[in-house]
T-cell receptor, first 110, second 110 residues
Framework: DAGVTQSPTHLIKTRGQQVTLRCSPKSGHDTVSWYQQALGQGPQFIFQ???????QRGNFPDRFSGHQFPNYSSELNVNALLLGDSALYLC?????????FGPGTRLTVT | GQQVMQIPQYQHVQEGEDFTTYCNSS?????IQWYKQRPGGHPVFLIQLVKSGEVKKQKRLTFQFGEAKKNSSLHITATQTTDVGTYFC??????????FGKGTRLSVIA
């Protein structure tokens, strides 16, 4: 039984560019959440998707958007990248309130 | 908004010593969860506490939830090098997203 998978593992982008990160939840999980983890900080909630809709959103600008597909996989899109967007982006699927995190995508913005 | 504070930020211990990290919330929580993140890894769920005054043990780890459901602690007895990592508490109010603390980074000196 595969856990949560994310791609790519690492990514380097330039300021102003756009990026798409991908996530496949753990088998049987239908809810996907995205978190941003800056170096030395705890994960910060970006948004959550359930039944292909954004259900909850954290304090992130509209440059951050997402999508969930019928097979429950999800994408995180970030437009007009800023240096401050450099972080580890974690996807988590959930069951019973417990989060199962993927390995993350390390995004570096130069 | 809801905030979760953790202390200490860092803890260095000799192998065999005990370790405790504390978590405090600005609001009364519905539940609290603890996660461990190894260096270079992703957060992994350890436990969830729901009831006021609840105490749970996992081998050398003891978790407590305060009577007022606003604080929690994780105590590790006789630390080992395998305990190295960052320990995060994460609190939830109702159906709101989990809010993570900044974590306590534990180093164990052999």
């Amino acid at each position: 039984d595969a856990g949560v998978t994310q791609s790519p593992t690492h990514l380097i982008k330039t300021r102003g560019q756009q990026v798409t990160l991908r996530c496949s939840p753990k088998s049987g999980h239908d809810t996907v959440s995205w978190y941003q983890q800056a170096l030395g900080q705890g994960p910060q909630f970006i948004f959550q998707y359930y039944e292909e809709e954004e259900r909850q959103r954290g304090n992130f600008p509209d440059r951050f958007s997402g999508h969930q597909f019928p097979n429950y996989s999800s994408e995180l899109n970030v437009n007009a990248l800023l240096l401050g967007d450099s972080a580890l982006y974690l996807c988590a699927s959930s069951l019973g309130g417990r989060l199962y995190f993927g390995p993350g995508t390390r995004l570096t913005v130069t | 908004g809801q905030q979760v504070m953790q202390i200490p930020q860092y803890q260095h211990v000799q192998e065999g010593e005990d370790f405790t990290t504390y978590c405090n919330s600005s609001t009364t929580l519905s539940n609290i969860q603890w996660y461990k993140q190894r260096p270079g890894g992703h957060p992994v769920f350890l436990i969830q506490l729901v009831k006021s005054g609840e105490v749970k043990k996992q081998k050398r780890l003891t978790f407590q939830f305060g009577e007022a459901k606003k604080n929690s602690s994780l105590h590790i007895t006789a630390t080992q090098t395998t305990d190295v990592g960052t320990y995060f508490c994460a609190g939830r109010v109702g159906n709101t997203p989990l809010v993570f603390g900044k974590g306590t980074r534990l180093s164990v000196i052999a």
